[in-house]
């Protein structure tokens, strides 16, 4: 990853950048002013949080161990709660620490990006930026990650295909891809973005009617609505992360090669789905859909940043996998 290039030689800047905003010359007594002085605890605070030790903390920034303590102790004492707990598996974040990591991070991204800029004298990133992703990003991860692509970079002109069916970079001329299960053989770069698991669901109607199945078996005597890239018979694993998978023969209703199609026959109640848990937590959210199951799932997806750029990536490039990374890492935890 680009940062990774940057990141040994920008430690010390940072670690000047610390003692810069610690200085006297910050010293102007102001409310905004004051709140310039907080930086380098937040950006320690991200780290901390980052790394789950205080010590990697400390390595990773080139500062002593007391010292990243200090800044905690301070962030702490003026935000007046507790941000991160010591415990036998190391450190967690309180639920005080993840509102304000959230925003940590995005700040630790941009300071990043000026590092980058600094030693990137190329002009401002300009034109069309063409992207493909899957239906069920598009709410949660990829819309945020654009919008404030555009944002930091408003010279770009987006041009999105929301597709669930694979297309290629350069024959549908495209700058990025973000590809949803395993990766066939190319000549493209391939970037980690994280996991998502399927999850049954129905709607409340549905299941009045029908009856919620309380064991793997019973799935075959419903109706099964599936989207395009699921195979029937099916593949059920219990919720032990490595379980093995038992395959069911459903009783196929119907099946549609887009998953807002698929959505919408759940919520007419016309069958049981098995849906992405980052599309299906908001529906359960709101009750428009009952998660069935509970201590069943279906098959765990990898998700990949694609681009074409053998050597150094494009800045604007670099940071759209950065916040793709971070609202999917979002909608995850949410």
């Known amino acids: 990853m680009l940062w990774d290039t940057y990141n040994q030689n920008n430690n010390h800047k940072l670690n000047s950048l610390f003692n810069y905003l610690n200085s006297d010359y910050y010293t102007l007594q102001t409310a905004h002013m004051n709140r310039i002085k907080l930086l380098p605890s937040l950006l320690v605070f991200a780290e901390v949080a980052k790394q789950g030790s205080f010590t990697l903390a400390a390595q990773h920034l080139s500062m002593s161990k007391s010292a990243v303590s200090q800044q905690l102790t301070r962030l702490e004492g003026i935000v007046g709660a507790q941000l991160l707990t010591r415990n036998t598996r190391g450190l967690s974040v309180t639920s005080v620490g993840e509102k304000l990591l959230a925003r940590c991070e995005l700040l630790q991204d941009q300071v990043d990006l000026a590092f980058v800029e600094l030693s990137n004298v190329e002009s401002a990133p300009a034109g069309t930026f063409s992207v493909t992703f899957p239906h069920s990003l598009e709410r949660d991860v990829a819309i945020p990650a654009i919008r404030q692509l555009c944002e930091e970079f408003p010279g770009l002109e987006p041009r999105m ?174």
Request: glycine share 4%.
């Open 161 to 334: 295909v929301v597709t669930d069916e694979e297309m290629d970079l350069v024959q549908d001329k495209l700058d990025v891809a973000i590809h949803a299960g395993e990766l066939k053989d190319s000549g493209y770069r391939a970037l980690p973005i994280g996991t998502m698991t399927e999850i049954w669901c129905a709607s409340p109607s549905y299941l009045q009617r029908h009856g919620q199945p309380k064991l793997a078996q019973e799935l075959a005597q419903h109706k099964w609505i599936a989207s395009h890239w699921q195979k029937n018979p099916l593949a059920i694993y219990e919720k032990p992360i490595n379980s093995e998978a038992q395959f069911i023969k459903m009783q196929n209703f119907g099946k549609a090669n887009t998953l807002p199609c698929v959505i919408e026959m759940a919520k007419q109640h016309m069958g049981l789905v098995l849906l992405p848990d980052i599309v299906a937590m908001p529906l359960i959210a709101d009750n428009t859909l009952v998660q069935v199951l509970k201590n069943h799932r279906g098959p765990r997806w990898p998700f990949y940043f694609i681009h074409p750029f053998q050597a150094e990536k494009p800045r604007h490039v670099t940071r759209f996998y950065q916040l793709v990374s971070h609202y999917f890492a979002k909608s995850q935890s949410a």
